[in-house]
């Protein structure tokens, strides 16, 4: 869930659920954001009943979040394991900002200078990082390490 607007691939109720800020406050509120935290102005946050059916059954499920909601996945759920992806380089996540075509130049400075806090974050607060250089990699990395 988020409060961004969709980018124009992104299909509401697909990628995201997206919502006004009071509709995402009122979730916060009412216990229904299994983690949530604020990004570039923006809010984002897990829906937990979909998620809380899937461990129901015995499922494993895979958040894609930030510190925040990672520290507060952490904090609920001591047994998770956080993998934190790391860009190769700075200058390769600039690189990729940038070639997205949707991100403006004070944007990309931005999200740089989050990712390196992030990045220093993650060392210290996430079971396993990995470099995400070439993607079937990575994925095969993060495949083996779930399947721990």
């Known amino acids: 869930m988020t409060t961004r607007p969709p980018r124009p691939s992104e299909v509401a109720g697909v990628d995201y659920h997206f919502v006004t800020r009071e509709e995402f406050e009122s ?9 949530w935290a604020e990004y570039g102005g923006n809010l984002y946050g897990t829906p937990r009943d979909p998620v809380i059916a899937h461990l129901d059954v015995g499922e494993n499920v895979l958040l ?8 507060q996945i952490k904090a609920s759920y001591p047994e998770a ?7 190769p380089s700075l200058v390769e996540l600039e690189h990729r900002l940038r070639n997205r075509g949707d991100t403006n130049d004070a944007e990309v400075r931005r999200r740089l200078a ?35």
């Open 27 to 35: 979730a916060v509120a009412a216990g229904k954001l299994l983690e």
């Open 64 to 71: 894609d979040i930030e510190n925040d909601g990672a520290g």
């Open 81 to 87: 394991v956080l993998v934190f992806l790391v860009p």
């Open 114 to 148: 989050v990712a390196e806090s992030q990045i220093a974050d993650a060392e210290s607060s996430f079971d396993h990082l990995v470099v995400n250089d070439e993607i079937a990699a990575a994925a095969t990395e993060v495949t083996g390490i779930l399947k721990l």
